[in-house]
């Protein structure tokens, strides 16, 4: 996704598999040059340790957003 298409507020999806086993969602908090950091809501289960030690937050870059499927 491009920079020019997020704003502060915005549900994204996401990865980071330095971090993260499976994809993410949540909220954006901050806005840097390429990437941002997301406060993360919805995760898969296995993944809870790796929430808790990041406190909730992740910075990822943007070209690993994207729009969440609509449900």
């Given at each position: 996704m491009k920079?020019d298409?997020i704003?502060?507020?915005d ?10 086993e499976?994809?993410?969602?949540g ?8 990437s941002v950091?997301?406060d993360?809501?919805q ?11 990041l ?5 990822v ?5 994207k729009k969440?499927?609509?449900k």
């Open positions: 920079m298409n704003k502060v507020g549900k994204l999806q996401g990865h980071v598999e330095e971090d993260m499976q994809p993410f969602t909220t954006v908090e901050k806005l840097y040059t390429n950091l997301i993360i809501e995760y898969d289960p296995q993944d809870n340790d790796n929430v808790i030690e406190n909730h937050k992740i910075v870059n943007a070209q690993n957003l969440p499927a609509k």
